[in-house]
């Protein structure tokens, strides 16, 4: 009689990023479609057919959850911004691409819809505007900073203060673009080309060389 390995019973578990991945779509798919109000512990867990407290797992309140479908659209963001450049040409180009990753995130419809949303009076808005705030618009801005910052030190970039270029350039790029958006008189990314914007404004702040 040969003998046979037991199969295990049930489901094998599932990855800890598939199971956040579910947690960000149901809570994103409620948040757009039925409200803040009804994105709660318990319809996230329902809409992603998983446990609630795996939902707690990944966030403890629905305000976190808001962080969690915000960090989701900008986790791509630190290892893109850990490219460097030896000479201003260079940068201008790693900081083009830079800047459409982050217009081509954060003006997508579901981006472009939170923010409609956080926009009106919601329950504990002040709290969700800080989540909302520090796993987007200030991690990017943040990011940016720091990159220009970086490239000021080696003389490859010149401005003054890298921190408001990086504020000038994020409110040329997006902030216009979102507006447009958000009342309706332009379609969300990725329905036109961001890039000729991006190098508009780049042009515009002539940070191509170092400061004489």
């Known amino acids: 009689m040969s003998e046979t390995t037991p199969k295990p019973r049930g489901r094998p578990p599932l990855a800890e990023e598939v199971l956040r991945g579910k947690v960000v779509e149901a809570a994103t ?42 960090a989701n659209w900008t986790d791509a963001f630190p290892p893109a911004f850990a490219a460097d450049a030896t000479d201003p040409a260079e940068a201008i180009r790693v900081l083009e691409n830079l800047l459409v990753l982050i217009a081509q995130r954060v003006l997508t419809a579901e981006a472009v819809g939170l923010f409609r949303l956080l926009v009106h009076d919601l329950p504990g808005r002040d709290a969700v505007l800080a ?24 003389g490859v970039l010149g ?44 042009d515009l702040l002539k940070l191509g060389g170092p400061e004489t």
Request: proline content about 5%; aromatic content about 6%.
């Open 29 to 70: 798919h409620l948040i757009l479609t039925q409200g803040y109000p009804a994105m709660t512990m318990e319809a996230v867990a329902q809409q992603a057919k998983i446990a609630k407290k795996t939902v707690y797992r990944f966030a403890a309140s629905r305000e976190e959850l808001i962080g969690l479908i915000v």
């Open 131 to 154: 989540i909302y705030g520090r796993n987007g618009i200030e991690r990017s801005r943040g990011l940016l900073s720091d990159w220009l910052a970086r490239h000021r030190s080696r």
């Open 159 to 202: 401005m003054a203060d890298p921190a408001l270029a990086a504020d000038l350039i994020l409110s040329m790029v997006v902030a216009e673009p979102l507006r447009r958006i958000a009342i309706g008189i332009a379609e969300p990314q990725p329905a036109w080309d961001i890039r000729p914007r991006v190098r508009a404004a780049l």
